[in-house]
């Protein structure tokens, strides 16, 4: 995204496209869209909601909040000025947003992104990470020791029920709302499963998420890539 502003519009958009929300839910749920390390304070959501408003891409209505407090509250909904802006944005490429902060903005809402423009998307970042790490394998070469293969990925939560996740190695992807019983068969998805099962055994449970894997480690060459999977997943679920 060229500038936070337009990023937190973006984000504030995808959310409300999926229904009326107040103030306290969408602080809630942005954060859970920027992770835990960028914390979003009321005074940085409100003023860009008056600006949307402004725009006329939301308008605001009341209702009561229930409980024991007869206060109302204000609950907030996209215009039909704000779908088509937030339609325009989901149908847009830029190498804004293959940079860190812009891609994950993306990724967050990639469920309402046309199919061939998240295919752009993903190419564009596959690039970045890729001229990224010719710079990371360059300063390893003159380094006595070096790191031969890796498995990575990007991840983020999912503002909707589905998670969603791209192989983008071997060109695969697969979406899901729940774990079925029987696991798929010799799937590479199955180890992710594993280890989402095994977090829950233990009572964490693993919200929905989005996620891009990138490995360099060939499949069925005995070196362990389907361990790697599981480890840099259970890294970034803990």
């Not at 107040?22 to 749920?29: A, F, Q, S």
């Not at 937030?86 to 812009?102: L, N, R, V």
């Not at 003159?142 to 983020?156: M, Q, S």
Request: hydrophobic share 40%; with cysteine; proline share 6%.
């Amino acid at each position: 995204m060229r500038s936070r502003a337009e990023s937190l519009e973006f984000a504030l958009l995808g959310l409300l496209s999926q229904g009326p929300l107040h103030g306290y839910e969408l602080r809630k749920r942005m954060s859970a869209v920027y992770g835990p390390f960028r914390a979003l304070s009321f005074s940085v959501i409100y003023p860009q909601l008056r600006r949307m408003q402004e725009k006329d891409l939301i308008e605001e209505s009341f209702t009561e909040s229930g409980g024991l407090s007869r206060r109302s509250r204000i609950v907030y909904s996209l215009t039909g000025k704000g779908k088509k802006r937030f339609a325009q944005i989901a149908e847009t490429d830029s190498p804004d947003y293959w940079e860190d902060e812009g891609f994950g903005m993306r990724f967050a809402f990639f469920s309402p992104t046309p199919k061939p423009n998240r295919v752009r998307i993903l190419e564009g970042r596959l690039r970045r990470l890729s001229e990224k790490r010719a710079i990371l394998q360059s300063e390893l070469d003159r380094t006595p020791a070096g790191i031969d293969k890796y498995c990575g990925i990007a991840i983020a939560p999912a503002p909707e029920k589905s998670s969603h996740v791209v192989a983008a190695d071997i060109n695969d992807e697969i979406s899901f709302e729940t774990i079925p019983d029987q696991p798929a068969s010799s799937h590479w998805i199955n180890y992710i499963w594993g280890v989402v099962q095994a977090f829950k055994k233990r009572g964490f449970n693993v919200p929905a998420f989005n996620a891009v894997i990138q490995s360099e480690i060939p499949v069925g060459a005995g070196l362990s890539s389907s361990a790697a999977l599981e480890v840099v997943f259970a890294k970034a679920f803990n």
